[in-house]
Structures are given as C-alpha cells and as structure tokens.
C-alpha cells in the first residue's frame, strides 16, 4: 500500500512514522527541503536497526510527487489551516490530479472551508474527506482518534488506512463532508475550557499562603478522583520536571478553533460562556501573564509540542 503525504509538522512527522511502521509506503513533500532532508536521517538510522518499515520516497516538487503514486492516489494533507490547505489543493490540482483520486485533509480546517474544498473538488471527479486528529503528539505516533467526514463511499476506500492510524475505538465516521472538522472544532472548544478550568484551579492551590505539593495534586487527582484523565496525567509529568513551572511561559497561543465554535454556537443560538471566557483568558495572557496561564501553556506542549 503508498500513499502521498504532504506537510512534516509535529503531527504530521508523527502520523508519517505510525503508517511507516504499519509498512505502509510514503511519498512524502513538504514545503521546506531541510524538514524532509532531516526525517529522511532519521528514517535511515531507524530503519538500519529494524528493517520492518514501509518505504520512504522523497519528492522535492509536485509533478514528481505526483509521478511517483499510482492511480487513483491517496493523498493526506496535514498542513496549517487556511490559504496553506487551499495552495497545496491547487498544486496538486495543476500538477496532473485525476478523477478517483482522494485528498484527506487531516488538519484543523474550519469545517465551512472544507465543505467548500469538497465542492471545489468534487466537480473534478476527486473525493475528499475532512478528518480531525485528535490525541496529541503520542496519539499520532501510536493511534490517534480520527472524526471523518465526507461521502460514505470514499471513507470506505481509505477505511484499511484509517483503522490503522487509529486507537481501538478511536475511527469514527461521522456523515457528510464538513462533519469530521465540525465534530473537532467542538473538541477543541471542549478542551479550551478543560485546560482553563486546570489552570484556574492549579493556580489556586499555588498561590496558597502554605505551599502544597502541586506534582503530588495532579497525581493524587489522576488515581480514581471524579477529574482523573489524561491531562492530569500530562500535568503530572510536566510538574515532574518543572514543579513551580519556572521555565514555562503565562502566555497561550492558539484560538482559532475556540473562534469558530463561539461563532458556530452563536448561529445555532448555543450560550458557551465556559469557552468564551476560556478563550478570553487566552487573549489575556498576552496581555498579563498568570499561573493558570502557565499551566495551560505546559499542558499544550506535553500533548502537542507547541511551543511555551
């Protein structure tokens, strides 16, 4: 089995090195040569200790990127939301694309846009499904959770390589096209208020007049206790290294998916003030920098690698 992948970010060197190890084959691209220059090393010294990857074929242009997948192509796009998704679509489209084709974009696309993008493309013939990744980092490495939308049809003819990227459970198909991206926004939203609601409670037990323990919270918290989960566990470990969060910045970045699902909950007359307010402390924090921001930033580093 190959397919194209295009975009090397976090996340998409992660779901590259998961399908390599299911023996998947890879034509890769990415808009930087060095990105591509620097995983291809890395392959190399991993693949000399264990010969049980798929092979990894580097294009440095989209005519040879093209050349190099059989017909009809899978192609998975894992590049930054908005006019970068629309260039990449447009090179492939110029560069020889062919009805039966697939275009996956992987990302974070607002759902509207992908709905227009699967119109765009489905007057030529391509199919296409709007997929939003979830689970970090790890999750991409090691099974993600993956919210597909787009024709039923078109899901099915990928699903063998869906269900191998996913976590037991974690493939799910969701409906027409933009429903995979929409479900996601709403995720990201959800976590927005999770993470601030982490933070807002960490920064209380921090500014104590008596110092508590804050490592020794988050894992008391994530053995049995009603908000046990996944992100206490990340806490956990980013307080193992740093318990005071010293070296960790109060500002948050992000905000366009919590931009989206307030605008979305006001169309469909949803009240979010947890997300609003959550997204408003992010904006905030480029203004005055806090604990809870600090909690919030070491979170998004332990599950996405973005930067603190």
């Keep these: 089995m190959k397919i194209g992948f295009i975009g090397l970010g976090k996340m998409g060197q992660a779901l590259v090195w998961h399908l390599l190890e299911q023996k998947v084959d890879i034509v890769l691209y990415n808009r930087t040569r060095e990105k591509m220059d620097q995983f291809l090393k890395e392959f190399q010294s991993e693949s000399i200790k264990h010969d049980e990857y798929g092979e990894l074929i580097l294009s440095y242009d989209y005519k040879t990127f093209m050349s190099e997948l059989e017909t009809p192509r899978i192609i998975w796009i894992m590049v930054e939301h908005g006019s970068a998704v629309d260039e990449v679509i447009d090179n492939l489209i110029i560069s020889d694309i062919k009805s039966d084709d697939i275009i996956i974009d992987g990302g974070n696309s607002f759902y509207k846009d992908s709905i227009k993008r699967y119109q765009k493309l489905k007057k030529m013939g391509v199919g296409f499904l709007d997929i939003g990744t979830s689970g970090g980092i790890e999750g991409a490495r090691n099974g993600a959770c993956l919210m597909v939308g787009g024709e039923k049809e ?119 003030p947890v997300i609003e307010s959550s997204l408003q402390a992010r904006k905030m924090s480029k203004k005055k920098e806090t604990f809870s921001g600090k909690v919030v930033s070491a979170l998004r580093k332990e599950f996405g690698g973005h930067p603190t």
């Design 154 to 272: 078109i899901f099915e003819r990928v699903k063998p390589i869906l269900k191998m990227l996913a976590v037991a459970g974690g493939l799910t198909y969701f409906g027409e096209t933009g429903s995979g991206h929409f479900v996601k926004m709403v995720h990201n939203g959800v976590e927005y208020g999770m993470l601030q609601a982490l933070g807002e409670g960490f920064e209380i037990l921090f500014n104590k007049a008596n110092k508590v323990d804050l490592r020794a919270v988050a894992a008391n918290w994530k053995n049995g206790s009603v908000v046990r989960g996944w992100l206490i566990e990340l806490l956990e470990r980013a307080l193992s290294t740093d318990p005071q969060l010293r070296n960790v910045s109060g500002t948050v970045g992000g905000g366009s998916t919590g931009e989206w699902t307030i605008e979305t909950a006001r169309e469909l007359g949803v009240d979010v």
